[in-house]
């Protein structure tokens, strides 16, 4: 086999493709990380009757205690073990990019269960938001059905959300709970991963472009029934999603479409 | 005149040499430099880090990953003297297999899929020996280059787990009812109907689902080896997932067996974490008797 013969052309026409495809992938002009969140990066403190409480992780892996910051009265270490208090998780932080943002509060009110409402805003990396159901169950909780729930809204089109039925994995007691996600960007909302990920590639790969999305989920872990769940959820929505359109409060933002 | 022979000889011998380092020089900068723009911070730009860290994460779910190309290895060497002989001139029609594999690594890279750009690597492993020996050496190389498909991390499956769960928690009460055991199934436990008895729940590691994947890749080995026609292959191919949810309902009927017969402590503890081989055992046993009762009905055809 030398260069001339037909074997040594082939072999020759295989590294120039590989090589022109190499110098390809570092030619093209890099994908521009868009400074614009999907949605207001922060979680209102009061949305109607719901009173919203910031939450707290302790760092430790064999403490993982959690705590309103409310009630700590400005401490910011664990109160019973003394390490380092952090908005996130130590898993979510060992699991996500750098250039993830994360808010997250628990809304009370009397009589009512709570809801844990947070978003995680990409950063670069698509990594920066999975599936919910990987995370459901890795924290021990199963999916039983999910449907998606049309949240009727104020002055726009309704919110498609994926409504998830879920209960503790480990526990004899069968507390029911429901959980409710969307992903919101580029002036795009969806309930579905795949269409998420479809048009993350598209802006990608046409426009160079990544645009933050936010992942908005809502959980209510003691919910009693399907039915009151998601009438909970739907409720709460009506009321936290134009604030969260809105770029600074009273002001509401053309809402994204819905796909 | 004779001095430029060995000049010339020497430069023929070494350029398909150069060529060679270069292919696999270019294979390595592609696809463990800059092969994986997705998690860089964690698994930095190794399209091949980030598919080990996979095999070896998951909960095991996708360990048999490093197996396969151990098994795709040895499906060649066994293969090498058919290999040999069906080496002939260059097929340029693989030519757009190479283009293909150099557009679908562009892309998985430009939009952080990983999956895709595996995928590439696969379409080249077989594009490259279909380009330079020929269609003969391609034929040959289809199955081993396509086994390498179970190498590529499909943890997405997971969607499957609480279906599965339903189907075995299902199927083993049907069966334990059968064999006289009453039990009664609510969601995914089963519960012992007689006073003092079992109370299993199938939980998301016992959904059978990194099974089907281990079992999907011996079926597809065994059906290869075993099955003479593509039909056949491709039938008892078919067959893998409900093998592999048949054996997941025998093992859970097993637990539950034991559970009864020696308390749910020693069913649940000791037995449970040994249990995967009976899932094994009755998987491949299943698997061997359906290829055998393939392979007899083609025998009987060929008689008739």
Redesign the interface.
């Known amino acids: ?3 001339r013969s ?10 120039i ?6 110098l ?3 030619r ?1 002009p890099p ?1 521009v990380v868009s400074k614009d969140f999907g949605l207001r990066p922060a979680l209102p403190e009061r949305v109607g009757d719901w009173v919203g409480h910031e939450i707290l992780f302790c760092q430790n892996e064999q403490c993982l205690k959690t705590f309103d910051r409310d009630e700590l009265t400005g401490r910011t270490n664990c109160p019973a073990c003394g390490t380092p208090l952090d908005a996130w998780a130590p898993g979510e932080k060992a699991l996500l ?2 250039d993830t943002r994360l808010v997250r509060r628990v809304y009370r009110a009397t009589g009512r269960p709570a809801i844990q409402v947070s978003i995680v805003f990409s950063g670069g ?3 920066s938001i999975h ?1 919910p ?2 995370c459901l ?1 890795g924290q021990g909780l ?3 059905a999910s449907a998606t729930l049309d949240v009727p809204l104020p002055r726009r089109s309704p919110l498609p959300v994926m409504c998830l039925i879920v209960r503790p ?2 526990r004899t007691m069968r507390e029911l709970g429901v959980f409710g996600y969307w992903f919101i960007g580029g002036g795009r909302e969806t309930p579905s991963h795949l269409k998420r990920l479809a048009w ?2 598209w802006d ?2 046409i426009h160079n472009r990544a645009d933050r999305w936010a992942y908005v989920s809502v959980y209510i872990p003691e919910a009693g029934s399907v039915e009151a769940g998601q009438a909970l959820l739907s409720g709460l929505l009506r009321q936290l999603v134009p604030e969260l359109e809105s770029s600074t409060p009273g002001s509401p933002s053309p809402p994204a479409q819905p796909y | 005149m004779a001095a430029p022979e060995p000049n010339h000889s020497l430069r023929r011998s070494a350029l398909p040499v150069l060529l060679s380092v270069a292919l696999a020089a270019l294979v390595v900068d592609l696809y463990w430099f800059h092969g994986s723009t997705e998690d860089v911070e964690i698994r930095g730009h190794s399209a091949i880090r980030w598919m080990v860290d996979r095999w070896n994460g998951s909960g095991g779910d996708l360990s048999h990953g490093w197996l396969i190309p151990i098994v795709s290895g040895f499906l060649v060497w066994r293969r090498r003297q058919e290999l040999a002989r069906a080496v002939s001139r260059p097929d340029w029609r693989a030519l757009g297999l190479i283009l293909a594999a150099a557009a679908l690594y562009t892309l998985g890279v430009r939009v952080q899929q990983t999956r895709l750009v595996l995928l590439s690597l696969i379409l080249l492993t077989w594009g490259t020996p279909f380009l330079l020996f020929g269609a003969g050496v391609a034929r040959l190389l289809v199955f081993p280059c396509a086994y390498l498909i179970f190498c590529i991390p499909l943890s997405f499956l997971d969607s499957l787990t609480f279906p599965l769960r339903l189907m075995a928690s299902r199927g083993a009460t049907v069966m334990l009812n059968g064999f006289g055991i009453a039990a009664q199934c609510q969601g995914t436990a089963i519960h012992s109907t007689a006073g003092g008895g079992f109370n299993l729940e199938v939980a998301d590691p016992c959904s059978g689902l990194r099974s089907i994947l281990a079992m999907a890749a011996v079926t597809a080995l065994y059906a290869y080896v075993s099955q003479r026609t593509p039909i056949r292959q491709w039938l008892l191919f078919a067959a893998c997932i409900p093998l592999a949810v048949c054996g997941n309902v025998v093992r859970i009927l097993s637990v539950a067996v034991v559970a009864h017969l020696a308390g749910q402590d020693r069913a649940t503890g000791f037995y449970h974490d040994y249990s995967s081989y009976v899932f094994f055992a009755s998987a491949i046993l299943m698997m061997t008797g359906l290829g055998s009762l393939l392979n007899r009905r083609r025998t009987g055809q060929a008689t008739l």
Do not use: F, Y
Not at chain 1, 6 to 15: D, E, F, N, S
Not at chain 1, 17 to 22: H, I, N, P
């Open positions: 086999m030398t260069s037909p074997t040594g052309r082939a072999l020759l026409v295989v590294v493709v590989l090589g022109l495809t190499s390809a992938v570092r093209l994908v990019p750098s990396d698509q990594k599936r159901q990987q169950r199963v999916i039983e994995a480990n993350m590639a990608r790969l």
